[in-house]
Structures are given as C-alpha cells and as structure tokens.
C-alpha cells in the first residue's frame, strides 16, 4: 500500500471511531489544546486495532527496515498495546518502559529483556513536544540500549520531531495532524470552522 493510501485509511479509521474530540484539553505536555486525538480508544475496536497495527507494521517496514532494530519498547501507556502487537509480527522481542521506576523486584524502569548494544525502536501512539519519547529513550539508553528511531502514527506538529532530531532521534510518523484535519474536512467529517481549529492550534507552535 503506498503511503498515501494509508494515510487516507487512518484519517477514514480514526472518523469512525470517533477518535477526534474538539473542547479544552491538557495534553501530557502540560499545555492546553482546543482538540485531541485519543488513540487509545483504538484497542476498544478490534477491526480498527487490526488495521492500524498493519498501518504501523508498513510503516516501519518502508521507513525503518525491519533490520534496522533489535528489539521493540512501548512508551507509556497507549503506546505499549500498539508495540507489543508489531513486535509479534515481527517476531521482534518485546519491551516496556514503566510510567515511574518500580520500586520493589528488580527496580527497572525497562521491562523485557534488554542487553548492551540492542537497538530498540521506540513505538507510541503520537508526538506533541517529544517528552515521553525522551523520558523513554532515556530509560532505554541508561539500560545499554541503543535509541535511534521513534515510531508514531501522528505528528502533532507541536516541535516533537525537532526536539527529537537534538537527541538523536529519528521521527517517524504516518500524519500530521494539519494532513489529518484536511483529510476529515475533505470526507464532511469536521467543519470549516473546526479545521480552522486545528491549524490555528499547529500555526502558533
């Protein structure tokens, strides 16, 4: 499938299962945005988990090489569902970060098996700022591990992929979310006025 027509399925996949709210929300970043994306109601929704896990799968097949990465860590926490599914079709070995240190076992903030020198691609939902991808790769690398690339199906546009790029990490992403907004806006889905919203909310940052 060519990446156009992937993401033209995501923004269809991600309308039915009304995955776009618009009102006042508080992004992990910490700041305030007049829409969200809530990519982790997708696993609620077998067919469309399914699909997106293939969108994820080509993804990382055409963008990173499924040679390009030893092992697989999801970010917390809607990223872990998405990771720990390509991993087993890629019949990759499967990682975690914790949210905070465990304080009790072992005291790992990685959980899986993780040696010296492992690249591991990092799997989250979506990129605003790039934190939790760099809380992560920092957990990852403190470990031995080796973070080079990031994987997310959307781009919030909101700086992540440059604040990244300073840590030596790639983004990739299927959209941003000024594409996705033109794609909703295109099917009827959202209105003149909310896709003023969105690119009003990604022209400021």
Not at 134 to 144: D, M, T
Not at 153 to 160: A, I, K, P, T, Y
């Amino acid at each position: 499938m060519k990446k156009e027509e992937m993401k033209a399925e995501l923004a269809r996949i991600l309308n039915r299962i009304g995955a776009l709210k618009f009102g006042t929300f508080k992004l992990t970043s910490g700041e305030v945005s007049p829409y969200y994306i809530d990519l982790r109601i997708v696993p609620s929704f077998p067919d469309a988990f399914k699909r997106i896990c293939d969108l994820y799968l080509a993804l990382i097949k055409s963008d990173v090489g499924a040679d390009g990465f030893d092992r697989i860590a999801g970010i917390p926490t809607a990223g872990i569902s998405f990771a720990s599914i390509t991993a087993y079709q890629l019949k990759k070995p499967f990682l975690y970060v914790r949210p905070t240190e465990r304080q009790h076992g072992r005291g790992r903030w990685v959980e899986g098996i993780l040696l010296p020198g492992d690249r591991v691609l990092l799997m989250d939902d979506l990129v605003t700022k790039g934190g939790s991808i760099l809380k992560s790769a920092e957990a990852v690398r403190a470990e031995g591990g080796v973070v080079t690339d990031a994987v997310v199906l959307l781009d919030r546009e909101e700086n992540g992929e440059a604040n990244l790029a300073e840590n030596g990490i790639k983004l990739h992403y299927l959209l941003t979310t000024s594409e996705l907004a033109r794609k909703l806006h295109d099917m009827d889905a959202i209105t003149e006025e909310q896709l003023d919203t969105i690119l009003k909310q990604v022209k400021r940052k």
